[in-house]
C-alpha cells in the first residue's frame, strides 16, 4: 500500500502541475514537461538519499524519458486539433 499512495501523489501532482501550467501559461510543450520534472525529480534524488534506496534515481531517468515521449504526443494531438 506504501506504493499506492506515492504513485497516486505522483498522478495528482502531475495533473495538477499540467492543468496549472497549460492553462495559465503559453509556454512551449517541451518548457512545461522539463519544469514538472524538475520539480518532482529533487524528490526522488532526495528519497533515494535518504532511504538508500537507489531505484529512486533510476525512476527519475525514466521520468524524463517518459515526458519526452509524452511531450511528442502532446504536440501531435495538439497539431491534430487546430484547425
Do not use: H
Amino acid at each position: 500500500m506504501y506504493g499506492l499512495r506515492i504513485i497516486a501523489a505522483f498522478y495528482l501532482t502531475l495533473l495538477l502541475i499540467d492543468i496549472a501550467f497549460f492553462r495559465l501559461t503559453s509556454l512551449k510543450t517541451t518548457t512545461i514537461l522539463m519544469l514538472e520534472w524538475c520539480l518532482i525529480v529533487p524528490i526522488f534524488i532526495c528519497w533515494a538519499f535518504l532511504y538508500e534506496y537507489w531505484l529512486w534515481v533510476v525512476l527519475s531517468i525514466s521520468f524524463w524519458i517518459t515526458q519526452t515521449i509524452r511531450g511528442r504526443w502532446i504536440q501531435k494531438l495538439a497539431l491534430a486539433i487546430k484547425p
